[in-house]
């Protein structure tokens, strides 16, 4: 019974990262390299553009961080500059036993969004394409409006998506930088 609490929460969380109908995303820039296969992009990993050195003994255990933390494990600017300009963080919890916490990023304007989320350990495979986020593997799956990657850290899986009207490889992209940011800040 546990067991289907805890898979309806990951679906919650995952729907929750959705956007509302008739919401549409600004034109994405055009890209400026050629699309990498399924097999070159799980061995390539998007550069972060951002640097981030936390102290081992600074950083968080993401499994015992409650959600209004998480949201703590980002600064507003650098995840500006790594996805778009985004609101201050709502913090957010979805299912029980144990609950799935996260953080959510609306963008300044428009109907994108960042979510960033703690589930729980073991799910890092949750995606269907295998990533590389710098020393950690992960794996990351697009949907039609959002991209989500999810890395597997010390007592939890961290998950990060990148919503927006219609998702394309701008959102992976963006989503990997933002996931390998966070793996800066919690124990791996």
């Given at each position: 019974?546990?067991?289907?609490?805890?898979?309806?929460?990951?679906?919650?969380?995952?729907?929750?990262?959705?956007?509302?109908?008739?919401?549409?995303?600004?034109?994405?820039?055009?890209?400026?390299?050629?699309?990498?296969?399924?097999?070159?992009?799980?061995?390539?990993?998007?550069?972060?553009?951002?640097?981030?050195?936390?102290p081992?003994?600074?950083?968080?255990?993401?499994?015992?961080?409650?959600a209004d933390?998480?949201?703590?494990?980002?600064?507003?600017?650098?995840?500006?500059?790594?996805?778009?300009?985004?609101?201050?963080?709502e913090?957010?919890?979805?299912?029980?036993?144990?609950?799935?916490?996260?953080?959510?990023?609306?963008?300044?304007?428009?109907?994108?969004?960042?979510?960033?989320?703690a589930?729980?350990e073991?799910?890092?495979?949750?995606?269907?394409?295998?990533?590389?986020?710098?020393?950690?593997?992960?794996?990351?799956?697009?949907h039609?409006?959002?991209?989500?990657?999810?890395?597997?850290?010390?007592?939890?899986?961290?998950?990060v998506?990148?919503?927006?009207?219609?998702?394309?490889?701008?959102?992976?992209?963006?989503?990997?930088?933002?996931?390998q940011?966070?793996?800066?800040?919690?124990?791996?």
């Amino acid at each position: 019974m546990r067991r289907w609490g805890l898979l309806s929460a990951v679906a919650l969380l995952g729907m929750a990262s959705g956007c509302t109908p008739g919401e549409q995303a600004p034109p994405a820039a055009a890209p400026t390299t050629q699309p990498t296969t399924t097999e070159e992009s799980a061995t390539e990993s998007a550069a972060p553009s951002i640097s981030r050195n936390v102290p081992l003994e600074q950083r968080k255990r993401l499994a015992e961080l409650p959600a209004d933390q998480v949201c703590g494990l980002v600064d507003l600017d650098e995840l500006g500059a790594l996805a778009f300009p985004v609101r201050s963080g709502e913090p957010q919890e979805v299912g029980f036993d144990p609950p799935v916490r996260g953080c959510r990023f609306q963008a300044r304007t428009g109907g994108r969004s960042v979510l960033i989320g703690a589930q729980p350990e073991g799910f890092a495979t949750l995606g269907r394409d295998e990533v590389q986020l710098g020393a950690v593997r992960g794996t990351q799956t697009m949907h039609a409006s959002d991209c989500t990657v999810f890395a597997g850290v010390s007592g939890a899986t961290l998950q990060v998506s990148v919503t927006a009207g219609e998702a394309d490889t701008d959102q992976c992209e963006k989503a990997q930088l933002i996931t390998q940011y966070v793996l800066a800040a919690v124990v791996v």
